[in-house]
C-alpha cells in the first residue's frame, strides 16, 4: 500500500452539516480520512446548520452516521472517538448577513487552511459566499466547495459563477463531481496516455464507437422536489456523463497541471456538434419509469414515489447520441445513457472498436465479436479489453471471446478510497485537477440547454418504461438503427 501522507492542518466548515450528504458521504470520508492518520491531529471540522445541537450532539448524531455509512469492519472506537473529538459545531443560519458569525469567527485558527463546504441547496451558493465575506472569514488559504448542480441552466449557472467569484477567485473555487474522484475515472488518465498500445489506437480509424452508461436501481430516495424539478438530463448528463465524455476524447495535455487538464477538457465539450431543435426526436430518447420489479421485488412508478396523481413531464431516463467533431474522433458516434429504476447499479464505459476488414478463419469457426474495451466504474472497479482466442482442446480450430480483466480489488488487494476522501483531500492540498472549472460548467450547460429547449417545445411526454428494464424501446431503437446495440452483459 501506498504511504499516506497528511495533508496541512486544516478547518474545514460545512454548511448544511445535519444534511443528507454530510452525514452519508462527508462524515464517512473524513473518517476514513483521520482513521488512517491523514489528518493533523489540529484539524478540525465545523458543522454549521440552524439546528439546535452543540457540540456533543453534533458529534452523536456524527456517531450514528458512521455507524450507518462505514463497513463495520472499518469502525473501530479508538478511530472514531479521536475523529469525533475533532467535530465542532455552530447554530448558524448561514444565508443571513446579520446572524452570530462570532462562534464561527472564534473557531477558525488564522493560520490553517480554511475549506468552506457548501452541502447546500445550489441558490444558496451565492448567499452564504457573501455572509462569509461579510463575516471577513475569507482568508489567502481559503477554499469553497460546490455541490452540483451547478444552476439549473446556463443563465442561472453564469448567476451562480458570478455570485461566487465576487468573493473568491477561481483558483479557490472547487466545483465537486464525485465521479471524477473514482479510481477507475482517474485510470482512465493512466490507460490512455500511460500506454501507446491504446494511445495509437485511440482515433476513428480503429474506434467503430463509444457507449457511456451510468444506471441505477434506486428512485427517488427522498430527493422528490429537487428531481422534479431537474431530471436526469440536469442531474446527470450534464455533469457526470458529459465529464466521462470529455476524459476519454480528450487530446493528451502537454502535462498533468490542473489547468493543462481541464483545458483539454473544455475543447471537448466545445466540440461537441451542437443539437437543433429538429435533432431531439431522432437523437434523444426521454423516458419515466412505471411500476414494475427489481431483484423481483415489486417497486412503485414515478408519480407513485412523488405522491401525486398529477402528470409530470420530468424524465428519469436519457439516451442519447452525442458527436465529436474533430479529426480523431469523426464518424465515432457516442451513445449515453442513464436512468433510474434499471435492472443493475451500473457505471460504465465501452470502447468498441471496429470488426475485422477481412478474415482468414472459417466463417463457421467463431461467433464474431470486434474487441471492445470495458471500464467499469461500479459497482465493480475494473477493466477488461475482450479479444478472440481459440477454444482449448483438439477437434478443430474454434473461436471464441475472452476477457483480459483487471478487476481492482482483487489486483491491488487494498480498499480503495471513496471518491470523496480524495476530493476533500485534493482540497485541501488546493489542487483542482479533478474538479471542474467556470468555463467548463458553462460550456456543458450551453450544450445541453437546447435539449432542454426543444424537449419543452414538444407535445409529447416522457416515453413510459417498467421499471426494472432498460428503458424505453425507442433507445434501442436510437442505437440499433445504426446497426448497433447496448452493452449490457454486466459483470
Not at 28 to 57: N, V
Not at 315 to 327: C, D, H, I, S
Not at 365 to 384: F, V
Not at 435 to 441: H, I, T, W
Request: with cysteine.
Amino acid at each position: 500500500m501506498a504511504k499516506i501522507i497528511p495533508v496541512a492542518t486544516f478547518d474545514c466548515v460545512v454548511f448544511g452539516a445535519t444534511g443528507d450528504l454530510t452525514l452519508r458521504k462527508l462524515l464517512p470520508a473524513l473518517y476514513y480520512r483521520c482513521r488512517d492518520r491523514q489528518l493533523t491531529p489540529e484539524s478540525r471540522i465545523i458543522g454549521a446548520a440552524r439546528s439546535e445541537l452543540g457540540d456533543d450532539g453534533f458529534r452523536r448524531r456524527a456517531a450514528e452516521a458512521l455507524k450507518d455509512h462505514v463497513a463495520p469492519a472499518d469502525l473501530d472506537p479508538a478511530s472514531v472517538d479521536r475523529f469525533c473529538a475533532r467535530l465542532h459545531y455552530v447554530r448558524l443560519d448561514a444565508t443571513q448577513p446579520d446572524a452570530d458569525w462570532d462562534g464561527l469567527r472564534r473557531l477558525l485558527h488564522p493560520d490553517r487552511v480554511r475549506v468552506f463546504y457548501l452541502a447546500t441547496s445550489p441558490d444558496l451558493y451565492g448567499p452564504i459566499c457573501r455572509n462569509i465575506s461579510l463575516a471577513e472569514l475569507v482568508t489567502a488559504e481559503s477554499r469553497v466547495v460546490l455541490e452540483k448542480p451547478i444552476g439549473h441552466d446556463l443563465p442561472s449557472a453564469r448567476a451562480v459563477n458570478d455570485h461566487v467569484g465576487e468573493v473568491f477567485q477561481e483558483p479557490q473555487i472547487f466545483r465537486i463531481d464525485h465521479y471524477l474522484g473514482k479510481e477507475t475515472v482517474q485510470n482512465l488518465l493512466a490507460l490512455r496516455f500511460a500506454n501507446s498500445i491504446f494511445e495509437r489506437l485511440w482515433n476513428t480509424d480503429v474506434i467503430d464507437h463509444v457507449q457511456i452508461t451510468v444506471a441505477e436501481t434506486v428512485g427517488l430516495e427522498g430527493r422528490a422536489g429537487y428531481f422534479d424539478r431537474a431530471g436526469v438530463l440536469r442531474d446527470m448528463v450534464q455533469n457526470h456523463l458529459l465529464q466521462l465524455l470529455c476524459l476519454i476524447a480528450m487530446e493528451p495535455p502537454v502535462s498533468l497541471e490542473a489547468d493543462r487538464v481541464r483545458d483539454e477538457k473544455l475543447k471537448v465539450l466545445r466540440a461537441l456538434r451542437p443539437f437543433e431543435p429538429h435533432d431531439a426526436a431522432t437523437l434523444t430518447v426521454r423516458g419515466q419509469y412505471t411500476q414494475g420489479a427489481i431483484d423481483g421485488k415489486p417497486v412503485p412508478g414515478y408519480l407513485a414515489d412523488l405522491g401525486t396523481d398529477e402528470p409530470s413531464t420530468t424524465e428519469t431516463f436519457v439516451a442519447l447520441k452525442a458527436e465529436v467533431r474533430t479529426w480523431r474522433w469523426a464518424n465515432v458516434p457516442f451513445y449515453l445513457r442513464t436512468g433510474k429504476r434499471l435492472p443493475k447499479k451500473v457505471s460504465e464505459i465501452v470502447v468498441q472498436f471496429r470488426a475485422l476488414p477481412f478474415s482468414i478463419f472459417p466463417e463457421d469457426s467463431a461467433e464474431w465479436q470486434p474487441n471492445r474495451l470495458i471500464i467499469r466504474l461500479q459497482p465493480e472497479e475494473g477493466i477488461r479489453l475482450d479479444v478472440m482466442t481459440k477454444d482449448p482442446g483438439p477437434g478443430g480450430l474454434r473461436l471464441s471471446p475472452t476477457g483480459l480483466d483487471i478487476r481492482f480489488a482483487t489486483a491491488f488487494n487494498t480498499r480503495f478510497p471513496d471518491a470523496y476522501e480524495r476530493l476533500l483531500m485534493d482540497t485541501v492540498r488546493g489542487n483542482p485537477t479533478l474538479f471542474m472549472r467556470r468555463d467548463e460548467v458553462e460550456a456543458a450547460w450551453a450544450w445541453v440547454e437546447p435539449i432542454l429547449e426543444a424537449w419543452a417545445g414538444r407535445p409529447d411526454h416522457p416515453r413510459s418504461y417498467p421499471a426494472g428494464t432498460w428503458g424505453p424501446t425507442a433507445s434501442i431503437a436510437l442505437i440499433e438503427r445504426d446497426g448497433r446495440t447496448w452493452h449490457e452483459d454486466v459483470v
